[in-house]
């Protein structure tokens, strides 16, 4: 009888570690399963920052005084060069096309600031002087109350200078001069994202092409080489005596 015991009590054992063993190896099981499933998505995900193969879009305005300043004309040339291409540039629709064709304007280095650098504009935290020529300054009246340079992010007033902000694809971005207090609002631009290559020959959207190498006597910053969208052709009213290079959309 007492055999037949010590052998059941065995049995026992034995069943429990099985049991055990069984379910530690179900858990490790799920956790492999769940690391895996969010490097996919980790991997498929949109990067923070635009590579030399994205195309994002981000709604621009001005707001002086409760008026909004009409949208920038077209630009895809730098304002300091007119032979390089610009990556950051616009249609005349109010959005900022964010598409690097270099290093020196991708990643870290596309910011709001090398979008005025590339239209001939300059802003700081307490000015900023863009396509209507006027210097507006904190300081300066509106009517009779005095307003401050401030600018907002998807409806969200920000710190700091616009132009070191890296605008992500979607995002509504406003600069304004008003009295302290005093909302901005979305600029009339932000329609334009429902449909934001409708400017470059749209509706709908395409997928990024990977731009490839311009001719070897196109102009580019120091030490990197142009690049174009693939399958476009030249401009024929580049400046006198300059290289002329492929527009970007």
Not at 26 to 50: F, Q, T
Not at 168 to 178: E, N, Q, T, W
Not at 200 to 223: K, R
Request: proline letters at 9%; one cysteine or more.
């Amino acid at each position: 009888m007492a055999k037949s015991t010590r052998a059941a009590r065995r049995r026992a054992v034995s069943s429990a570690r099985r049991s055990r063993s069984s379910w530690g190896w179900y858990a490790l099981s799920a956790v492999v399963v769940v690391a895996g499933v969010a490097l996919i998505l980790a991997n498929r995900s949109e990067p923070a920052e635009p590579t030399t193969t994205q195309h994002w879009h981000a709604a621009f305005g001005v707001n002086v005084c409760g008026e909004w300043l009409p949208n920038p004309e077209t630009f895809e040339y730098s304002a300091e060069n007119p032979s390089q291409i610009a990556g950051i540039h616009t249609h005349g629709d109010g959005l900022m096309h964010i598409h690097p064709h270099v290093t020196s304007e991708a990643g870290e280095n596309a910011t709001v600031g090398k979008f005025f650098a590339y239209g001939g504009w300059e802003a700081d935290e307490d000015s900023f002087t863009v396509w209507d020529g006027q210097e507006h300054k904190t300081g300066d009246m509106c009517g009779d109350e005095e307003a401050v340079v401030q600018w907002e992010l998807n409806g969200e007033l920000q710190d700091g200078s616009i132009t070191s902000y890296r605008p992500k694809d979607g995002d509504v971005i406003a600069l304004a001069l008003l009295p302290e207090g005093e909302e901005i609002g979305d600029p009339p631009a932000v329609a334009q994202l429902q449909d934001p290559l409708a400017a470059e020959g749209g509706p709908g959207t395409v997928a990024p092409t990977v731009p490839t190498p311009l001719a070897p006597d196109a102009t580019a910053p120091a030490g990197e080489t142009p690049t174009s969208v693939a399958g476009e052709t030249p401009p024929t009213d580049a400046p006198t005596g300059e290289t002329s290079v492929p527009s970007a959309p």
